[in-house]
């Protein structure tokens, strides 16, 4: 009688395992973002939504100061994101974008949401991206980053430097 009780338990725990396993995958969420599928350590990528536009760096040099221009989108309000947090300079207007720190501060290497707008899209959001990118490390010296666009799977743009 142990034996059948052992198997009976064995059974159990392995359909237990299963159940949750199960669950686990249909109730995993995907994240709220991608990232590119790149080896490269300066990249800028842009996680259209509805009605906002995050933009997103990934940096392997702090920097101090940027400026992206968009074509296909009205910017409307900024808010949020790693530039509002540390209290960093930025204002735009209705296709371009200005961040920098009178305070010296710099966005350290790693992997930053860097400012949400609020936007109208022009034509579709398929029809948005990046036309110009300029990046600064430290004393304003240029750095190279690359712009890339998820909806082709690559780089289309390099900084101005």
Known sequence: MSQNNSTLITLITGIAVIIMIAAG???????????????????VWLDLKKSTLDIW???????????????????NKSSGGYLELEGFDTSHNSRMVLAYSLQGKSIPVGEYM??????????????????????AGRGGTALNF???????NRVLLRSTH
């Open 57 to 75: 760096m990934r940096c392997s040099d702090p920097v101090y100061g940027i400026q992206f221009e968009f074509e296909g989108v009205q910017l």
């Open 146 to 152: 690359g712009y890339f666009d998820l909806s082709e």
């Open 114 to 135: 860097l400012l949400s707008l609020d936007v109208s899209y022009l034509s579709g959001k398929e029809n948005v991206f990046m036309k110009d990118i300029v990046i």
């Open 25 to 43: 995958i249909m109730l995993h969420e995907e994240p709220d973002y991608v990232t590119p599928n790149t080896f490269e350590d300066n990249i």
